[in-house]
């Protein structure tokens, strides 16, 4: 979880992801800053995710993004 709160403020320092419970919808994270999370987000855990996976309910808060990372492959420490 840390090191996907830290990708998050890497992105948008100005937000405070921990006490969103959907990104999406409190306006913290738009299309472009969901392209720009996968692709930190395949850099940090050595995966590609599947283009069918990036929707935006996949990255709308900390566990969705947690599914999609394991679903890809990646391991959640």
């Given at each position: 979880?840390?090191?996907?709160?830290?990708?998050?403020?890497?992105?948008?320092?100005?937000?405070?992801?921990?006490?969103?419970?959907?990104?999406?919808?409190?306006g913290?994270?738009?299309?472009?800053?969901?392209?720009s999370?996968?692709?930190?987000?395949?850099?940090?855990?050595?995966?590609?995710?599947d283009?069918?996976?990036?929707?935006?309910?996949?990255?709308?808060?900390?566990?969705a993004?947690?599914?999609?990372?394991?679903?890809?492959?990646?391991?959640?420490?």
């Amino acid at each position: 979880m840390k090191k996907i709160v830290n990708i998050l403020n890497d992105l948008r320092p100005e937000f405070n992801f921990i006490e969103s419970e959907n990104f999406i919808e409190d306006g913290f994270l738009d299309s472009f800053d969901i392209v720009s999370l996968v692709s930190s987000v395949e850099e940090e855990y050595n995966i590609l995710i599947d283009a069918l996976d990036i929707l935006p309910e996949n990255f709308c808060n900390v566990e969705a993004i947690e599914n999609v990372i394991k679903k890809n492959g990646g391991k959640i420490e």
